[in-house]
């Protein structure tokens, strides 16, 4: 049995749903106990950020065989849990890199031309022409060169941006100087984030490090809202430290709503920058190849954790 405990679905699925059963439920994510009762005869479990895949969940499945993570980010599943159970995680990893590296793109242009402030002037009856800024030529850093860093910085080379970055973890990469956290931060005109959740990485986005920044600079998170101090950017952009950002992710999704929802230099999504038709189905393809594998006893291809090698 195959149990899908978000809004996860298309063409593949549908196609698998004709080997093995599938059982979906969009909003099991939001009730552990629920989640944990329904996973007595559960192989194959099928989430995407929300469902908090713990060592107690893995622990109440004692047929599942693979964990399938529709997106990149994997700080919502225990990994060494699921390793040390015996459970193949798998995962799209890169399958949305070109969907995040557009709309970082288009956030980024967004903000330099101030695209949300003249749609609202002007739809209020104003015709204020105020002058914005070319992308072309600027200095665009990177904070963490994975995938997603590395689609976006194919993306802006018809601009002829100088790309700098910053990735403990990339060496050697085409068209992008490496180099320090504070030196990324001190010489960018457009900082983009891609980091994940880590404690390394947790609020590394603060006080401290946006003073860091240019006066004009902005700021674009796409990695994971953790990252940020929310309470420092706020200050930041009402005192015009940085002359802007956007953010696709929060570090409580979904937020309250609160005091960024009425700074006009800020722009926000709801964790969108990966979700296109196209990801999506790319995303799918991989992880129901990837669960027919595992149940079929044959090697995973998109396998993360300790068993990227093996299936059950």
């Known amino acids: 049995m195959i149990l899908i405990s978000e809004d996860v679905w298309g063409t593949p699925f549908h196609k698998l749903e004709g080997s093995f059963p599938i059982i ?21 479990l099928v989430v995407r950020n929300r469902t908090k895949v713990t060592a107690d969940v893995i622990a109440s499945a004692p047929k599942l065989r693979v964990i399938a993570r529709a997106g990149v980010g994997l700080d919502n599943i225990d990994i060494k849990a699921a390793d040390a159970a015996g459970v193949v995680v798998v995962a799209g990893l890169g399958a949305n890199a070109i969907s995040v590296g557009e709309l970082t793109l288009g956030l980024a242009l967004a903000l330099l031309r101030n695209i949300p402030g003249h749609d609202g002037a002007t739809r209020d009856g104003g015709w204020v022409r105020t002058p914005g800024r070319e992308l072309s030529h600027l ?47 001190g010489r960018s005109d457009v900082v983009s984030i891609h980091m994940p959740s880590t404690p390394e990485t947790n609020g590394v986005i603060n006080a401290a490090t946006l003073a ?53 230099n800020l722009i926000l999504t709801p964790h969108v920058a990966g979700i296109t038709s196209q990801s999506q189905l790319r995303i799918n393809e991989i992880l ?6 595992v149940l079929s006893s044959k090697p995973a291809t998109h396998a993360v954790g300790a068993l990227k090698e093996s299936s059950n």
Do not use: H
């Open 24 to 44: 979906r439920n969009d909003d099991l994510w939001s009730d552990a106990e629920k989640l944990k009762a329904s996973l007595k005869d559960v192989m194959a």
């Open 139 to 185: 200095t665009w850093g990177l904070l963490g060169c994975g995938a997603t860093g590395v689609a976006t910085a194919k993306l802006i080379q018809g601009f002829n941006c100088n790309v700098i970055g910053f990735d403990p973890y990339a060496m050697n990469l085409s068209g992008i100087e490496l180099t320090t956290f504070e030196d990324v931060l």
């Open 212 to 264: 860091l920044m240019k006066p004009d600079a902005i700021l674009v998170n796409v990695g994971r809202g953790e990252v940020i101090n929310e309470a420092d950017l706020i200050s930041a952009l009402k005192a015009k430290t940085i002359a802007g950002a956007a953010l696709d992710v929060r570090a409580q999704e979904p937020p309250s709503r609160g005091e960024m929802e009425g700074i006009p």
């Open 288 to 293: 129901a190849s990837n669960i027919e594998l």
